[in-house]
């Protein structure tokens, strides 16, 4: 077979499958409306998920925290906890590195660091 032949063959099967395409989905610039996908009714999800080997995996469900509404009342009742005071000197010296001199309720001392 001849280059010219090959590519002929080439877009024909390309051409082809196009169509089959379109006939099953619609046209990908829209222009020919396209069928919509079916729509699946999905069962309430198990206790329990199986596979064919293993042991079973259960569904259960837990309480997430994502964010606060009140951060006085967050402050009384977690203040005095180590991790908020690291992420509360983290975020002092973060404006210390900004360029702030004085923050209140933190000491900031100067130290020396070699590079």
């Given at each position: 077979m001849t280059r010219s032949r090959k590519r002929k063959a080439?877009?024909?099967?390309?051409e082809a499958e196009r169509k089959a395409?379109?006939?099953?989905?619609?046209?990908?610039?829209?222009?020919?409306?396209?069928?919509s996908p079916p729509t699946v009714s999905m069962d309430p999800p198990k206790n329990q998920i199986r596979s064919g080997y293993g042991r079973?995996?259960?569904v259960r469900e837990k309480r997430v925290v994502t964010g606060i509404n009140d951060l006085t009342m967050a402050?009384?009742?977690y203040g005095y906890?180590?991790?908020?005071?690291?992420?509360?000197?983290?975020?002092?010296?973060?404006?210390?590195?900004r360029g702030q001199t004085e923050i209140?309720?933190?000491?900031?001392?100067?130290k020396a660091f070699v590079r």
């Open positions: 080439a877009r024909e099967a390309a395409f379109e006939a099953d989905f619609g046209t990908v610039k829209g222009t020919a409306e396209a069928k079973a995996a259960s402050l009384q009742r906890a180590d991790e908020v005071a690291e992420v509360m000197i983290r975020l002092a010296q973060q404006a210390v590195d209140p309720g933190f000491t900031i001392e100067v």
